[in-house]
C-alpha cells in the first residue's frame, strides 16, 4: 500500500513551435508593463530573443534586457540584475536561455520582493513573499528549472552552490518552443540532456518518490532512451526537440517533488569549485552512484535498464539491474562525452572538500542508500 504524499507543480506549461510568440499576451494578462529579460549573450546574438522581444512589444510592454548571465552564476549577478530591475521600474521577469538564465530570473524575483541579501534565503522555505511574475522560455533541454522551485547561485568567496527551495520560486508560465533550441551546439544538448537523464533517474529512486512522480520520471526515461541522440545530433529537429523539452519537463516536475540524490550532491561543489558543467559532471558521476545504490533500490535500477535498451530478466533482478550502469556508458560512448573527472581538471587533492561539501548539501538525504563522507570521498575518487 502506498503511504500519503504531497505533489504540487503549479507552473502553467505552454507547448509548441511557435508557443514563444505568446510570451507577450502572458505578460499582459499578468499585469506586467515593461518585461525585464534575463539571458546570456549566445542566446541574445543567436537571435532567440528577437521574436521574444516582438512579442512583448507587440503586446504594449516595455523590455529591458539582462545579458550578462554565464555557467553557474554568481551572487553579484543577482544583485546587479535587480539593480536594473529597480532602476528601469520592470514589473515582470522573462528569462530566456538555458537552467543559469531561469534560476538567475529566480533569484532576481526574490529581491523585488524580499529584503535583501540573498544568502539568508539559503536552504528550504525561508522566503517570506512571492516573487515577481516570472515567465521562462527555456534554450536548452536540461535543467527543468521552468517548472521546479529551486535556484543555485554560487557564492564565489565560499566556491559553493547557494541552493534556495520554495514553492514561491516557480515560474507562473513556462513556454516550451522547440524553435528555440535549433541553435544549440550538440555538444551542448548531449550534456544537458544527461543532467535531464540523471534527474528522471534519481527522482525515480528518491526514497520520498510517490506513484506520481514515478510515472513522470519513467516517462521522461523513456522519451530519453528514444530522443536523446536523435536531438543531439540535430537540435533543430523539432520533433526530436519537442521530445527532450517534455522528458525535460517530466524529470523536472517529477525532482521538484521526489528531489534528487549522490549524484546531484557531488555535482554541485564540482561546479562550485572547477565551474565545471553541471550536466557534465552529472553525465560522469550518474554510472558510478547507480552502481553503488544497486542494492538499495535493484527493481527500479533493473526497469532503468530495460528502458534503456538492455537485455533483464522477468524478475527484475540484482543482476539486471547491474546493466543499468552499462547503458549509460553506452550512452556517453555514442554522445562522445569524457567518462572521468580528471579529463577535466578535477585534482585529487581536492577530493576531501568537495567530499565535504556534498555532504553539507543535504541532497543525499533521499539517496536510496545512506551516504556520509567517506562514501563520498570513494565516488570521487572512482571517476577520477
Do not use: W
Not at 536561455?97 to 535583501?116: E, F, Q, R, W
Not at 521526489?258 to 558543467?277: D, K, T
Amino acid at each position: 500500500m502506498q503511504g500519503s504524499f504531497y505533489y504540487a507543480s503549479p507552473t502553467r506549461i505552454i507547448s509548441g513551435l511557435g508557443a514563444k510568440e505568446r510570451a507577450g499576451q502572458e505578460a499582459r494578462d499578468a499585469g506586467g508593463t515593461k518585461a525585464l529579460i534575463v539571458t546570456d549573450k549566445g542566446v541574445l546574438n543567436a537571435g532567440l530573443v528577437d521574436e521574444v522581444i516582438d512579442s512583448l512589444r507587440k503586446a504594449g510592454l516595455g523590455v529591458v534586457i539582462y545579458d550578462k548571465v554565464e555557467t553557474n552564476p554568481v551572487l553579484s549577478m543577482v544583485d546587479e540584475g535587480h539593480q536594473l530591475y529597480r532602476s528601469e521600474g520592470c514589473d515582470i521577469l522573462v528569462a530566456v536561455g538555458g537552467g543559469s538564465s531561469i534560476d538567475l530570473a529566480k533569484a532576481i524575483g526574490v529581491l523585488t520582493n524580499n529584503p535583501g541579501p540573498l544568502v539568508q534565503y539559503e536552504g528550504a522555505d525561508k522566503i517570506p513573499h512571492p516573487i515577481s511574475y516570472l515567465i521562462a522560455i527555456p534554450t536548452a533541454a536540461g535543467t527543468g528549472a521552468e517548472v521546479t522551485f529551486s535556484a543555485l547561485i554560487t557564492d564565489p568567496d565560499r566556491h559553493y552552490k547557494i541552493s534556495i527551495r520554495s514553492f514561491y520560486l516557480a515560474p507562473r508560465v513556462a513556454i516550451l518552443d522547440p524553435g528555440m533550441l535549433k541553435t544549440l551546439p550538440s555538444h551542448i544538448a548531449a550534456m544537458t540532456g544527461m543532467d535531464s537523464l540523471t534527474h528522471a533517474i534519481e527522482a525515480y529512486v528518491s526514497t520520498s518518490a510517490s506513484p506520481i512522480t514515478d510515472l513522470l520520471a519513467f516517462e521522461a526515461i523513456n522519451i530519453s532512451a528514444a530522443s536523446l541522440e536523435r536531438f543531439v545530433a540535430d537540435p533543430s529537429n523539432p520533433s526530436a526537440a519537442s521530445l527532450m523539452q517534455l522528458a525535460c519537463a517530466y524529470a523536472g516536475m517529477a525532482f521538484a517533488n521526489a528531489r534528487l540524490g549522490n549524484v546531484h550532491a557531488m555535482a554541485h561543489p564540482l561546479g562550485g569549485h572547477f565551474n565545471l558543467h553541471h550536466g557534465l559532471a552529472c553525465a560522469i558521476l550518474l554510472p558510478r552512484v547507480i552502481d553503488f545504490n544497486l542494492n538499495s533500490s535493484p527493481h527500479k535500477y533493473a526497469k532503468i535498464a530495460l528502458a534503456m535498451g538492455q537485455q533483464v530478466d522477468e524478475d527484475l533482478s540484482l543482476e539486471s539491474a547491474k546493466s543499468a550502469s552499462q547503458a549509460i556508458y553506452s550512452l556517453l560512448e555514442t554522445l562522445n562525452l569524457p567518462t572521468k573527472l580528471g579529463e577535466l581538471g578535477v585534482t585529487t587533492d581536492k577530493i576531501p572538500v568537495i567530499a565535504r561539501d556534498a555532504v553539507t548539501t543535504g541532497i543525499h538525504g533521499t539517496n536510496p542508500r545512506l551516504t556520509d563522507f567517506g562514501d563520498f570521498v570513494r565516488l570521487y575518487e572512482a571517476c577520477m
